[in-house]
């Protein structure tokens, strides 16, 4: 029996239904979740679709609003303004949470959430090495902000490209994620381990030896732009290695990062998104807690038993043991608040006795 779309006030021939019949639900205007989905399937989209459209255009403003409203070239950042900021893209990421559930239901918005939370909390040891870079070039505080912002899109497109990557191996092989748990097993045991005595030297940085031996580089800053014209000749300046270096430190982050992401949800829209809205929060984030960052002295430990968990969590799956998403987002929460709050207790107990 064929059927056609309800009109309203027309009346339809007879033998022919007046509802509209798709897989799980039925296509009804008055409800609020039928006019939710009335549009998508009218043009032919998936509320998976729906999904990443909203995330790209919801994104693009977020990116517009922050430059034009919330930056300006060469200012320095106060910790009011970064207070601000960061609180936009926490705020904007828990909306998108929340957009998940309505859209997708519970167990792709917990698993979203999940996956931010863990990525968000790891970005912190990268502003560790970001404030390595930026001393050790000698970088002027009115350049912090543009300088970041283009290496953090950099790195957003990088993870892209990696993130693809990986979901076509997993897809390909699956068993790729049980030596992702192992990886992950491995590398929380050894950062559990670590007292932070290992320094991180700029200077022997691999890509740095890279940039020196290929191109032709200044030590002028050119007055904040990536490259300037000396004697004829073109040359690339301390801004643009920067540029650089974060690009790629935050590639080194995400080898753990990412596979951690696995272990908690093999969703596409999960592992592409929690990504970038945890990377775009690294700007502000970098400002609020450049110069506090030391006193997250236990915060490697936390994140550290946050990994051994989700690697055994995939390690678990080749006995077909299962654990709830809601775990996971507990685990992560009591680990990462736990080690926050026992490091400012700590830092505030040393304080008091020196």
Known sequence: MSRVPAIAGAKAPPGI???????????????RRGVNFLIPY???MSPSNVSYLTFGIVLLLAVIFDLGLLSKKDATVTIRRALFQTAFWVLLALAFFAFLWYENGHKMAVEYLSAYLMEWSLSIDNIFVFILIFTFFGVKPAYYARVLLIGILMAIFLRIIFITVGIAAVTW??????????????????????????AVNVEDNRVYRLLKRILPLTSNDGGGRMSVVIDGKKRFTPLFVVVVLLATTDIVFAVDSIPAVFGISQEKMVIYTSNIFAVLGLRSLFFLLRGAVNRFAYLQQGIAVVLVFVG??????????????????????????????????TSKKNDKAS
């Open 173 to 198: 092989l699956h068993e790729l994620l049980y030596v992702f748990g192992a990886f992950l097993v491995y590398t929380g045991i050894m950062m559990f381990r670590a007292r932070g005595e290992e």
């Open 312 to 345: 055994l969590k995939m390690l678990a799956e080749i006995v077909d043991f299962y654990l709830p998403v809601y775990v996971s987002l507990l685990v992560i929460l009591v680990c990462i608040s736990g080690a926050i709050g026992y490091s400012i207790y």
């Open 42 to 44: 009218l043009y032919g």
């Open 17 to 31: 239904s007046t509802a509209t019949k798709l897989p799980n639900r039925t296509l009804n205007v008055s409800g």
